[in-house]
């Protein structure tokens, strides 16, 4: 009865299934307050947190800025007039605050109209590196930090095509910087350029499961122009801007130093090119340089990889992950796949590390073979490291002690990587003498930094690892319960002197120096809440369960002075979630969520319409969980629908809402679960599905967690695709999607397609693409027209008689 009252009110109000030329708008005052703010500036600091540098970056792109040209390549989006990512968020303001400082100074002789982007710290962290992007290229620019004095070093214009184009030398007085060749030629465009022939791939007839990628190669024309914009030549620049040539030129997609300074290790990527997969796929060599530019050894040759087996635990054959050795002077290590990276091959061992000392004149040396897949490697010193491996089909993660000198290993922690509860945290790494981040080892003990969930909050911590018997001791624990306070950073240990950010509902998040044996705190930041129109909405966690007993949460949100003993109003309540894959029940019902932390409305939530007289369920838990031998989207429909269920009985039973008047949203795979939800249960009002993909027959080689393809199960891939059930679905819903998004699999042509079909089923279904915008929204004025389109669509449909049932 209710769609139907709804279906007769949108033929009564007008409600086109055409196309709208309408201009773009603006959202009511109480969201247009919220929306319409100052981001206050992000904060980075140096290794002893003495100086804080605070970079500014305006809320929103403009249009304007969205609108300029750019080519999309080998999975890069690309400026051709200025050579850097067009994706790219510029800071458009730069202040320092150093140990000696009252206040934070802005430094002298900064360009005007900045855009910069790249920071870096010197390694003895006496000077702040970073680019500028002006109208026709990208400057290397320096700031002494004692002086304060800022200017540019680079003569030439940089190549940041390929993403950070600088690195600094080890004597702080030197970088290496890619910069554009200087015979670069032009590029070329389609109506100038006629093919001399089609365009052809082929199968070698090897199996292989790709996900769907976007902005690939797509002809000749694209290799030729991917060629022109990769290219750099690398050179070496001083502080005074003096600068020579390094190499020659090439495409150049990573260049690190070893921590002793005499090394340089570069990769660069080769033909043959591939229009399946993007660059970081595609041959490539990896070099390592004497710093005075001496050819010392190719270390690693890495094939075409389009072939890649089944699975989220399979990697390509050869050596990876190659990089320095934090702890050693010039050191490369890497990994080795035991099982042809085939995660489906049965051996004792998966990986195997090496380590292959400088000049590499001898073999490299074995030091570990994982179990699992390896992760990763955090170093400490000649006779401690940390090594990490996985395993996705079941969760598990093991992290080991191991002597690299000695070979010797222990086994610390073995758990399921999604039990938060169980996390031991995060090693507490400094700088050493290499200027490298390590693990902090004082005698034989070693300090961990965790989050502290716990099924009675968030408590975070420090505990003390004996690195002889790899048991911990706790030293500090975090007490509050009226605000959210994380442990970032350990600045001494043994004077109890620790780095917080703490923050509140209505409190911003600042950082403070906490001595952990008198509890004082002094504030390194003050930075005030731009969102006081809704400081004073209620917030709590809620838990509930699911039917099938599977422990739920979500953030509640409910109006100022709204009256909840009372409860004589009942509001409409806006669900926004995100599904999540679980192996079992007990991970799936823990909960990340803190009612003290800060209230931070932005359009990917519906937490603003709170300021209009909504309750809102923000962040609700949408486990699908699949135990043993079955795969958690084996019961996907049946497993949304009842956390959506779960989710309105929960708030109907405390007396706030009405529960006929529900809406549900969410992004990327929220957007459709959204649709499914619509599709298959008549819970909701409405709904706003944005950047999704309805369609999993257009990803057939997997999404999201799913590592099955089409053709292992096409009922699969067909049952939860909502465009496969277009003709079931009835409900009210927005649809809204960026006109180009970037994102694997969410491609614009989705929603197109499923509202053509929608529309042509007589679905009650309105459409909205936000011009030059990816997967993200980023444009000021998409993103105010987008909160006027959802404003609308929920006055429509769940405010007022259009929401309830007869």
């Given at each position: 009865?209710?769609?139907?009252?709804?279906?007769?009110?949108?033929?009564?109000?007008?409600?086109?299934?055409?196309?709208?030329?309408?201009?773009?708008?603006?959202?009511?005052?109480?969201?247009?307050?919220?929306?319409?703010?100052?981001?206050?500036?992000?904060?980075?600091?140096?290794?002893?947190?003495?100086?804080?540098?605070?970079?500014?970056?305006?809320?929103?792109?403009?249009?304007?800025?969205?609108?300029?040209?750019?080519?999309?390549?080998?999975?890069?989006?690309?400026?051709?007039?200025?050579?850097?990512?067009?994706?790219?968020?510029?800071?458009?303001?730069?202040?320092?605050?150093?140990?000696?400082?009252?206040?934070?100074?802005?430094?002298?002789?900064?360009?005007?109209?900045?855009?910069?982007?790249?920071?870096?710290?010197?390694?003895?962290?006496?000077?702040?590196?970073?680019?500028?992007?002006?109208?026709?290229?990208?400057?290397?620019?320096?700031?002494?930090?004692?002086?304060?004095?800022?200017?540019?070093?680079?003569?030439?214009?940089?190549?940041?095509?390929?993403?950070?184009?600088?690195?600094?030398?080890?004597?702080?007085?030197?970088?290496?910087?890619?910069?554009?060749?200087?015979?670069?030629?032009?590029?070329?465009?389609?109506?100038?350029?006629?093919?001399?022939?089609p365009t052809i791939s082929v199968s070698t007839g090897e199996v292989s499961q790709n996900r769907t990628?976007?902005?690939?190669?797509?002809?000749?024309?694209?290799?030729?122009?991917?060629?022109?914009?990769?290219?750099?030549?690398?050179?070496?620049?001083?502080?005074?801007?003096?600068?020579?040539?390094?190499?020659?030129?090439?495409?150049?997609?990573?260049?690190?130093?070893?921590?002793?300074?005499?090394?340089?290790?570069?990769?660069?990527?080769?033909?043959?090119?591939?229009?399946?997969?993007?660059?970081?796929?595609?041959?490539?060599?990896?070099?390592?340089?004497?710093?005075?530019?001496?050819?010392?050894?190719?270390?690693?040759?890495?094939?075409?990889?389009?072939?890649?087996?089944?699975?989220?635990?399979?990697?390509?054959?050869?050596?990876?992950?190659?990089?320095?050795?934090?702890?050693?002077?010039?050191?490369?290590?890497?990994?080795?796949?035991?099982?042809?990276?085939?995660?489906?091959?049965?051996?004792?061992?998966?990986?195997?590390?090496?380590?292959?000392?400088?000049?590499?004149?001898?073999?490299?040396?074995?030091?570990?073979?994982?179990?699992?897949?390896?992760?990763?490697?955090?170093?400490?010193?000649?006779?401690?490291?940390?090594?990490?491996?996985?395993?996705?089909?079941?969760?598990?993660?093991?992290?080991?002690?191991?002597?690299?000198?000695?070979?010797?290993?222990?086994?610390?922690?073995?758990?399921?990587?999604?039990?938060?509860?169980?996390?031991?945290?995060?090693?507490?790494?400094?700088?050493?003498?290499?200027?490298?981040?390590?693990?902090?080892?004082?005698?034989?003990?070693?300090?961990?930094?965790?989050?502290?969930?716990?099924?009675?909050?968030?408590?975070?911590?420090?505990?003390?690892?004996?690195?002889?018997?790899?048991k911990s001791k706790r030293l500090y624990t975090v007490k509050t319960t009226t605000k959210k306070e994380?442990?970032?950073?350990?600045?001494?240990?043994?004077?109890?002197?620790?780095?917080?950010?703490?923050?509140?509902?209505?409190?911003?998040?600042?950082?403070?120096?906490?001595?952990?044996?008198?509890?004082?705190?002094?504030?390194?930041?003050?930075?005030?809440?731009?969102?006081?129109?809704?400081?004073?909405?209620?917030?709590?966690?809620?838990?509930?369960?699911?039917?099938?007993?599977?422990?739920?949460?979500?953030?509640?949100?409910l109006p100022a002075g709204y009256d909840r003993k009372a409860k004589t109003e009942k509001l409409p309540?806006?669900?926004?979630?995100?599904?999540?894959?679980?192996?079992?029940?007990?991970?799936?019902?823990?909960?990340?969520?803190?009612?003290?932390?800060?209230?931070?409305?932005?359009?990917?939530?519906?937490?603003?319409?709170?300021?209009?007289?909504?309750?809102?369920?923000?962040?609700?838990?949408?486990?699908?969980?699949?135990?043993?031998?079955?795969?958690?989207?084996?019961?996907?429909?049946?497993?949304?629908?009842?956390?959506?269920?779960?989710?309105?009985?929960?708030?109907?039973?405390?007396?706030?809402?009405?529960?006929?008047?529900?809406?549900?949203?969410?992004?990327?795979?929220?957007?459709?679960?959204?649709?499914?939800?619509?599709?298959?249960?008549?819970?909701?009002?409405?709904?706003?599905?944005?950047?999704?993909?309805?369609?999993?027959?257009?990803?057939?080689?997997?999404?999201?967690?799913?590592?099955?393809?089409?053709?292992?199960?096409?009922?699969?891939?067909?049952?939860?695709?909502?465009?496969?059930?277009?003709?079931?679905?009835?409900?009210?819903?927005?649809?809204?999607?960026?006109?180009?998004?970037?994102?694997?699999?969410?491609?614009?042509?989705?929603?197109?397609?499923?509202?053509?079909?929608?529309?042509?089923?007589?679905?009650?279904?309105?459409?909205?693409?936000?011009?030059?915008?990816?997967?993200?929204?980023?444009?000021?004025?998409?993103?105010?027209?987008?909160?006027?389109?959802?404003?609308?669509?929920?006055?429509?449909?769940?405010?007022?008689?259009?929401?309830?049932?007869?």
């Amino acid at each position: 009865m209710r769609n139907l009252l709804i279906l007769l009110s949108m033929v009564i109000a007008g409600y086109s299934y055409g196309q709208e030329n309408i201009t773009f708008q603006k959202p009511s005052e109480e969201i247009l307050k919220l929306a319409d703010f100052q981001r206050p500036p992000s904060v980075f600091m140096d290794s002893k947190k003495e100086t804080l540098i605070f970079v500014y970056r305006a809320t929103y792109k403009t249009l304007e800025e969205l609108n300029q040209e750019d080519l999309k390549l080998a999975g890069l989006r690309i400026d051709p007039k200025t050579n850097i990512s067009s994706t790219i968020s510029f800071v458009n303001g730069l202040k320092v605050k150093r140990k000696s400082d009252k206040v934070e100074q802005t430094p002298k002789g900064l360009p005007e109209n900045l855009k910069l982007a790249h920071f870096g710290l010197s390694p003895n962290e006496k000077y702040l590196s970073f680019t500028n992007t002006v109208a026709n290229g990208v400057e290397l620019w320096i700031v002494d930090l004692t002086s304060l004095n800022a200017k540019k070093i680079s003569t030439n214009f940089l190549n940041a095509n390929m993403g950070n184009p600088y690195v600094w030398l080890k004597d702080s007085k030197t970088l290496v910087a890619q910069v554009l060749p200087k015979d670069k030629g032009g590029l070329k465009n389609k109506k100038e350029d006629l093919p001399s022939g089609p365009t052809i791939s082929v199968s070698t007839g090897e199996v292989s499961q790709n996900r769907t990628y976007q902005d690939m190669l797509k002809n000749l024309l694209d290799e030729e122009n991917f060629v022109t914009l990769g290219t750099s030549e690398l050179v070496k620049i001083d502080l005074n801007g003096n600068q020579s040539l390094f190499a020659e030129k090439a495409i150049y997609s990573e260049i690190s130093v070893s921590p002793n300074g005499e090394y340089i290790l570069i990769s660069t990527i080769h033909k043959p090119f591939s229009y399946m997969v993007p660059y970081y796929r595609f041959p490539m060599k990896e070099v390592v340089y004497s710093v005075e530019g001496e050819l010392i050894k190719e270390v690693n040759d890495v094939p075409l990889n389009e072939i890649l087996p089944k699975g989220f635990s399979s990697v390509r054959k050869g050596k990876r992950n190659m990089t320095w050795r934090a702890d050693a002077p010039a050191t490369l290590y890497y990994v080795e796949a035991l099982d042809e990276g085939d995660q489906s091959v049965e051996v004792a061992h998966r990986d195997e590390v090496f380590l292959w000392e400088a000049p590499f004149a001898t073999s490299p040396k074995s030091i570990f073979k994982t179990v699992n897949r390896y992760s990763g490697i955090t170093w400490g010193n000649e006779e401690n490291a940390f090594v990490t491996e996985f395993w996705y089909d079941t969760r598990n993660i093991k992290q080991h002690w191991l002597n690299p000198k000695t070979g010797e290993s222990k086994l610390f922690s073995d758990r399921n990587y999604q039990d938060i509860y169980s996390n031991p945290g995060s090693f507490h790494t400094v700088k050493n003498e290499y200027a490298r981040n390590v693990v902090e080892i004082i005698g034989n003990k070693a300090h961990l930094i965790g989050e502290g969930y716990t099924k009675e909050g968030q408590f975070p911590f420090i505990d003390e690892l004996d690195l002889k018997t790899l048991k911990s001791k706790r030293l500090y624990t975090v007490k509050t319960t009226t605000k959210k306070e994380d442990v970032i950073d350990i600045l001494d240990i043994k004077k109890g002197n620790i780095l917080v950010m703490v923050q509140s509902p209505s409190e911003y998040p600042n950082y403070f120096v906490r001595n952990i044996k008198s509890n004082k705190s002094t504030a390194l930041t003050n930075f005030e809440n731009p969102f006081k129109g809704i400081k004073d909405v209620h917030k709590e966690v809620i838990q509930y369960k699911r039917e099938d007993g599977v422990q739920l949460s979500g953030t509640l949100y409910l109006p100022a002075g709204y009256d909840r003993k009372a409860k004589t109003e009942k509001l409409p309540l806006l669900i926004w979630a995100y599904p999540t894959e679980y192996k079992d029940k007990a991970t799936a019902g823990m909960s990340k969520q803190n009612p003290n932390s800060f209230t931070y409305p932005y359009y990917g939530s519906f937490v603003y319409w709170v300021a209009k007289g909504y309750a809102v369920l923000d962040d609700a838990s949408f486990p699908i969980v699949g135990e043993g031998d079955n795969e958690p989207n084996d019961n996907f429909i049946e497993q949304l629908v009842a956390n959506g269920k779960a989710a309105i009985d929960a708030v109907d039973s405390l007396g706030f809402i009405d529960r006929s008047r529900v809406g549900v949203g969410g992004h990327s795979y929220g957007a459709f679960m959204t649709a499914n939800l619509l599709s298959h249960s008549d819970l909701f009002a409405c709904g706003i599905a944005r950047s999704g993909a309805y369609n999993r027959t257009l990803t057939p080689f997997g999404f999201q967690s799913e590592q099955r393809n089409y053709w292992d199960n096409p009922d699969l891939y067909n049952t939860m695709s909502p465009f496969m059930n277009a003709d079931k679905m009835k409900t009210p819903m927005l649809l809204v999607h960026g006109e180009e998004d970037n994102n694997s699999g969410t491609y614009t042509e989705q929603t197109k397609r499923y509202f053509d079909a929608l529309k042509n089923l007589g679905a009650p279904v309105r459409m909205v693409l936000l011009p030059k915008e990816s997967h993200g929204y980023v444009a000021r004025e998409n993103i105010l027209h987008l909160l006027w389109e959802q404003d609308v669509f929920l006055e429509k449909y769940l405010k007022g008689e259009k929401g309830k049932e007869d």
